[in-house]
């Protein structure tokens, strides 16, 4: 059996500041620098010569030679009808319990009388156009699909362009079609990485510039996203959804055998995934280790798995507290809680972007198919990002109206604050029509009295 190098346990205590921070860095952050002017080197030029760029980065960075970027929805509904059934299944049972979760998140129109006379209201609409970044390469993500557009069909944006890299053949897995079709995606692109979001966020000859950017992606796709967003006039983004990670926080009663599996379940994503390991038990974290060992060799991604297992963390802690408060400076994209009376530990743990409670909670469970969302903030935005949910997909606006009475009412209010913050013109603003509203109800009274007098 292959022997793979699996990253040695440490004691947190035994561990200086600098040793410490070293061990919860996450992989992808190390050569920021090179990368974005890499990135900001393709969207300039998918800027610049549209389609014919895509076309070309494509087949320097996947080696396929496309005719088109636009996959032909005929061609979408070929493809998707080649899906195995076994695999329509899952995806629809999958289908159904994320529609049914996001569902239950519709946001609701307020609309109050805040005193009387002046009425505030708080409306949605949805996003008109969305595109929604399904990974590729090694793997066939349908999963992707659902999460993404599942919550844009529910919000009925108009426009759902999903773009996703070619496979060899320079089509798209027939799994990934059938689910674009169920989520109504109106258009379909081959293409991948920062000139796919370039794509997306400044347009083509073939592609609309969307209003906002949705989908997980490695490094580069995160980096292109957080540039595009900070464009003039350019897309809003979901989250910093890079790299997957999983956090595992285990005690006495969990089992090694589904710790280990968790943490290859997640590693298997790619190189520059990162999974951590904490806990008080020493006898945890070794028997973790050697289940690796034995369970790597059993997958077919194997290689690739290694390379991310080789920068993770295996970290033994003085007690659970210690490990939750390590779990909270890491703020990880996935929480697994294998310990016992896991739910007691959710609010001490709540810097995560999804938790999963208990021993029977895997975190593949989220990937697929429970209902929740796997887009999730990476590299520590879950302090101030939230999993994907229906209401990212819609955009707020508020509307006022006031009668003459709710006018003066605040009148004395807007102009004591005009007035402290030097803003005449806010203040006339409010005055002018205080004063024609005077005028206006004279004139009216000497009209009435002026009728009496006549009769």
Known sequence: MARYTIASAVRWQSLSEEERRSRLQRPAQRAS?????????????????????????????????????????????????????????????????????????????????????????????????????????????????????????????????????????????????????????????????????????????????VDKIFGPGNSYVTAAKQYVSQLAGGPAIDLPAGPSELLIIADDTADAEFIAADLLSQAEHGPDSQVILLSPSTKVVEATRAALQRQLAELPRAEITAQALASSSFIVTEDLTEAAAISQRYAPEHLSLQIKDAEDWIEQTDQAGSIFVGHYAPESGGDYATGTNHVLPTYGYARNYSSLGLADFYRRYTVQQLTPQGLSLLAPAITALAAEEKLDAHRLAVTRRLDSARMQADLQTATASTEGERQ
């Open 33 to 209: 620098e090179q990368l974005m002017r890499q990135v900001r080197d393709i969207i300039e030029q998918v800027e610049q010569q549209g389609d014919s760029a895509l076309l070309e980065l494509t087949q320097r960075f996947d080696n396929v030679s496309l005719d088109s970027p636009v996959l032909a929805m005929e061609q979408v509904e070929t493809l998707a009808g080649r899906t195995e059934q076994k695999v329509k299944q899952a995806i629809d049972l999958a289908y159904d319990n994320i529609r049914r979760f996001h569902a239950q998140q519709q946001p609701q129109t307020v609309d109050i009388e805040t005193m009387p006379g002046v009425r505030c209201q708080q409306r949605i609409a949805p996003l008109r156009k969305v595109g929604l970044y399904i990974p590729g390469g090694s793997a066939s993500l349908p999963s992707t699909v659902l999460m993404c557009g599942v919550p844009a069909q529910l919000a009925q944006c108009n426009e759902r362009i999903l773009v996703s890299p070619p496979d060899k053949d320079g089509l798209l897995s027939p799994a990934i079609c059938y689910a674009a079709l169920k989520c109504g995606v109106t258009q379909v692109v081959l293409a991948g990485g920062a000139q796919a979001i370039a794509a997306l966020a400044v347009g083509t000859q073939s592609i609309n510039a």
